[in-house]
């Protein structure tokens, strides 16, 4: 089984719809990070915790909102979707350094229409 | 502006050696790493470099000048697995993570 496990894998939602995108984790990290990658550009930022009553905003926050509801439990929000949200998201966790490397879930792949 | 520079693609020969080169403009620097992704799957660690000079682990070598802003992937003996893409991401003085677009490296036979 996956360390970082992500759900859905894959959805397809229409405008406006609430997702709630889904990490957990076993590998007992302290940093959670939320992830989105499009062609072309490189990973980016949305959201990431250092614990659980520590959230804080990346580089592209807006539209997008967390919950750490557990050391091991990390989800991603769309309150409202919108197409230019069409991409695929990648949870990660990390070792409490700021040097350590991160370990990624299998992503998921959301397609907002 | 904080930049990542890396070509967006590049081809090989089964078998050769290929470097792949990352050019980076940060605000500060507290290490380098490169990751390799296969199409739709995630970023698996391949390397860190913090100091000057080279890292070899196994048919993978990944080289540091921080005077230079500059960092390259060496991957020796290319296997058709070697097929992916490598994303070089650079740590800057806040401790975030600045990615590349990344390197989609294709590997003939």
């Known amino acids: 089984d996956a360390d970082v496990t992500q759900t859905p894998r894959n959805r397809i939602t229409k405008t406006g719809k609430r997702i709630m995108l889904e990490c957990s984790q076993t590998?007992?990290?302290?940093?959670m990070y939320w992830y989105r990658q499009d062609p072309g550009l490189g990973l980016r930022l949305i959201y990431y915790?250092?614990?659980?009553?520590?959230?804080n905003k990346g580089e592209i926050s807006d539209g997008y909102s967390v919950s750490r509801q557990a050391q091991a439990k990390f989800s991603l929000s769309l309150e409202s979707a919108i197409p230019n949200q069409t991409a695929l998201y990648f949870c990660?966790?990390?070792?409490?350094?700021?040097?350590?490397?991160?370990?990624f879930g299998e992503g998921s792949r959301l397609t907002v229409l | 502006g904080q930049n990542i520079d890396q070509p967006t693609e590049m081809t090989a020969t089964e078998g050769a050696i290929v470097q792949i080169n990352c050019t980076y403009q940060?605000?500060?620097?507290?290490?380098l790493f490169w990751y390799q992704q296969h199409a739709g799957e995630a970023p698996t660690f391949l390397s860190y470099?913090?100091l000057d000079g080279l890292e070899e682990k196994g048919r993978f070598s990944s080289f540091l000048s921080r005077s230079k802003g500059y960092s390259y992937l060496l991957l020796k003996e290319l296997q058709m697995k070697d097929s992916a893409s490598y994303l070089c991401?650079?740590?800057?003085?806040?401790?975030?993570?600045?990615w590349g677009a990344g390197t989609k490296l294709i590997i003939k036979p």
């Open positions: 915790s250092f614990d659980v009553k520590d959230i």
């Open positions: 940060t605000s500060g620097f507290n290490g």
């Open positions: 470099n913090v």
């Open positions: 590998k007992g990290h302290d940093r």
């Open positions: 990660a966790t990390a070792k409490g350094s700021d040097t350590g490397e991160l370990f």
């Open positions: 991401a650079v740590i800057d003085s806040n401790y975030q993570l600045i």
